[in-house]
């Protein structure tokens, strides 16, 4: 089809036709200038700088992107949805605005190095043998919509403001009365009777007529009726098909080791703490404290009546240190031993070096396989796009799926599944990792009709054509019958339990206890050892925990289990302890707590001190152009 495309063009009248097009786009592109208006194309002004209409439309698009990869092709916002969405995206944008101002007023910086390493050990373009994957990588960029230009820009302007507000969230701090009155509220305990009640205890209803069956059959009809089959062709092609086809020299090989070594390689990793303070002074009399074998807590509260704060790093490389002028001087010591106070924008900082973990390398011979592989499918990403290219111009052609599998060489499964996948016979139909998204293709596809060839998120490319479908439909009674008999003897099993289960909770609330009740009506009870709101595990149904911490003492609930109900009351309240270890962690989260109220509170500070302008109808220029 693209050959005859091509050939089409050669025609004078084709010719005339662009020509025109041409003409006519590039006078709709420079409106403002053909009319002379010079119209302010941004949508908000932040600290004086603007945020231009591209960008937040960029911004958007790739904020439906993901929405659309994350609900499926069903995923069709309304114009409400959309507005909402632009409306979040300017705010985003402007914040993220305020605080790049804030990080470059201040001389915060991201080195080349730090940007690397970042890269280079982000989970989400690691592989399965968890190092950095060009493929997942630039799978991540063509999902985004991003260049890798772009990608570095955005990431450096994060890596600065993650720094910035960073420095807000060490100051976090909970009071320990606070700590003390949420611990309580947490280790608070209770006692419970319990009595179980499982269906299989009612008596055995009297059997079924006829006309009883039918009517359970009919009045639910999901519970036997066979799910809806298409039958489909599917043609497949990944990254993994093409690297199959690849053969790489070993000089290509040892070039690429040496372009890659540092992926490679694990980088020396030290076991940091550091105190920040104002004064210069205050950092000399931490240093020495630490040197003295001083242990945090105590540097903490010493860093904090000298109006710093205290941090444990944990274990990092060189570029996890939140300011470049950090790295030497941490990674100069040796462990155990408490560096001189470094000054930053942010004060004095003194670093306590715990432990060393030293660096590894691995050499070629080592890594020679696994770097044929990584290789092998980075290649592919660039070679799939023309082979996904020939598959795409021969459906446009209307070849059937089967001659392009064939002609093209390319994976072809033919079956028949329903919604979960599995053939009539119940096996599950193997389609790989990105099962989901094909599954919902093949749902959502027309009958009779060949779909475009798509990509998934994993980068494999796929195209549906569905043959046939054959409905849900009720299958007879008589086909299904000891399925009906069983699923109606079990309604009126439950139906009998949840009488007596309500009688017991009855008999409570006119002052019996539950355990009384219980064994008066033929039940055994029995007591639970204390348990908390949190409770995991254990020998009930960890439902109960929040329904009986809303309940007085003698109180009693019930809740419906797969097997049958459980019957619950308060026999005892232990208030909780504010004492004991549990205080310092519960301190920690707290202050983690407190850290994420004080960053909103900062950019909210940074937004007004920045003159926020949005100019007015903002998000219907953004949302406007969208389907």
Same mark, same amino acid.
């Given at each position: 089809m693209l050959t005859a495309i091509r050939n089409s063009l050669n025609h004078w009248i084709a010719k005339g036709l662009f020509l025109l097009l041409i003409v006519a786009f590039a006078v709709w592109g420079i409106e403002d200038f053909v009319r002379g208006g010079g119209a302010d194309r941004s949508v908000a002004t932040v600290a004086g700088e603007k945020v231009s209409l591209a960008e937040a439309t960029d911004a958007y698009q790739r904020e439906i992107s993901q929405l659309r990869r994350s609900f499926g092709g069903q995923f069709e916002p309304t114009e409400e949805v959309r507005r909402a969405i632009a409306e979040a995206t300017v705010a985003r944008l402007v914040a993220l605005r305020a605080i790049s101002a804030e990080a470059a007023q201040r001389g915060v910086v991201v080195t080349d190095d730090a940007l690397r390493a970042t890269i280079l050990s982000a989970p989400g373009f690691q592989g399965p043998d968890g190092r950095f994957s060009r493929l997942q990588f630039d799978s991540f960029l063509r999902n985004n919509g991003l260049t890798e230009g772009r990608f570095l820009d955005l990431l450096r302007s994060d890596l600065a403001r993650q720094q910035l507000v960073g420095s807000v969230r060490a100051g976090a701090a909970a009071p320990q009365t606070l700590a003390r009155a949420v611990q309580a509220f947490h280790a608070e305990q209770r006692v419970a009777d319990l009595v179980e009640l499982p269906l299989m205890a009612a008596p055995a209803p009297p059997e079924p007529t006829e006309a009883q069956l039918a009517r359970f059959h009919e009045n639910n009809a999901d519970l036997f009726s066979a799910p809806e089959f298409r039958q489909f062709d599917l043609v497949l092609l990944s990254p993994e098909d093409v690297a199959r086809e690849i053969r790489l020299s070993d000089r290509e090989l040892r070039e690429a080791f040496e372009e890659r070594r540092a992926e490679f390689a694990t980088p020396e990793r030290r076991r940091i703490a550091q105190a920040v303070v104002p004064d210069r002074e205050a950092a000399r009399a931490i240093a020495e404290a630490w040197r003295a074998g001083a242990d945090f807590a105590a540097i903490a509260a010493q860093a904090q009546a000298a109006g710093g704060s205290a941090i444990e790093l944990g274990l990092i490389d060189r570029s996890g240190l939140p300011l470049p002028e950090l790295a030497d001087p941490a990674f100069a010591a040796s462990a155990g031993a408490v560096t001189d106070p470094v000054q930053s924008p942010f004060g004095w900082h003194v670093l306590h070096v715990a432990a060393i973990e030293p660096g590894r390398e691995q050499g070629f011979e080592a890594v020679k396989d696994e770097l044929a592989r990584i290789v092998a499918l980075e290649r592919a990403a660039d070679l799939i796009y023309a082979r996904a290219n020939r598959i795409e111009d021969s459906i446009a052609e209307g070849i059937p799926?089967?001659?392009?599998?064939?002609?093209?060489?390319?994976?072809?499964?033919?079956?028949?599944?329903?919604?979960?996948?599995?053939?009539?016979?119940?096996?599950?139909?193997?389609?790989?990792?990105?099962?989901?998204?094909?599954?919902?293709? $093949?749902?959502?596809?027309?009958?009779?009709? +060949?779909?475009?060839?798509?990509?998934?998120?994993?980068?494999?490319?796929?195209?549906?054509?569905?043959?046939? $479908?054959?409905?849900?439909?009720?299958?007879?009674?008589?086909?299904?019958?000891?399925?009906?008999?069983?699923?109606?003897?079990?309604?009126?099993?439950?139906?009998?339990?949840?009488?007596?289960?309500?009688?017991?909770?009855?008999?409570?609330?006119?002052?019996?206890?539950?355990?009384?009740?219980?064994?008066?009506?033929?039940?055994?009870?029995?007591? +639970?050892?204390?348990?908390?709101?949190?409770?995991?595990?254990?020998?009930?149904?960890?439902?109960?925990?929040?329904?009986?911490?809303?309940?007085?003492?003698?109180?009693?609930?019930?809740?419906?289990?797969?097997?049958?109900? $459980?019957?619950?009351?308060?026999?005892?309240?232990?208030?909780?302890?504010?004492?004991?270890?549990?205080?310092?962690?519960?301190?920690?989260?707290?202050?983690?707590?407190?850290?994420?109220?004080?960053?909103?509170?900062?950019?909210?500070?940074?937004?007004?001190?920045?003159?926020?302008?949005? $100019?007015?109808?903002?998000?219907?220029?953004?949302?406007?152009?969208?389907?």
């Open positions: 799926l089967t001659e392009v599998a064939r002609r093209h060489e390319f994976r072809l499964i033919q079956a028949t599944m329903d919604a979960e996948g599995r053939d009539p016979d119940g096996n599950r139909i193997e389609l790989g990792p990105e099962a989901g998204e094909i599954i919902s293709a $093949v749902f959502e596809s027309r009958i009779g009709e +060949t779909t475009r060839l798509s990509e998934t998120r994993g980068g494999v490319f796929y195209a549906v054509h569905v043959g046939s $479908v054959t409905p849900p439909a009720l299958r007879p009674l008589a086909e299904v019958e000891r399925e009906v008999r069983a699923a109606w003897e079990r309604a009126e099993r439950r139906r009998a339990i949840e009488e007596q289960a309500a009688a017991l909770i009855a008999e409570t609330r006119v002052g019996r206890p539950l355990d009384e009740v219980a064994r008066a009506a033929g039940w055994s009870p029995r007591r +639970t050892e204390p348990f908390t709101r949190d409770v995991r595990g254990g020998t009930f149904p960890p439902q109960l925990a929040a329904a009986l911490f809303a309940l007085k003492r003698g109180e009693a609930t019930m809740i419906e289990t797969g097997s049958g109900f $459980v019957v619950a009351a308060v026999a005892e309240i232990i208030p909780g302890a504010a004492e004991g270890p549990a205080i310092a962690a519960r301190q920690q989260e707290l202050a983690e707590a407190l850290a994420g109220d004080l960053e909103a509170q900062f950019v909210q500070a940074l937004r007004d001190r920045a003159d926020v302008r949005i $100019v007015p109808g903002a998000t219907r220029l953004i949302a406007g152009d969208s389907p």
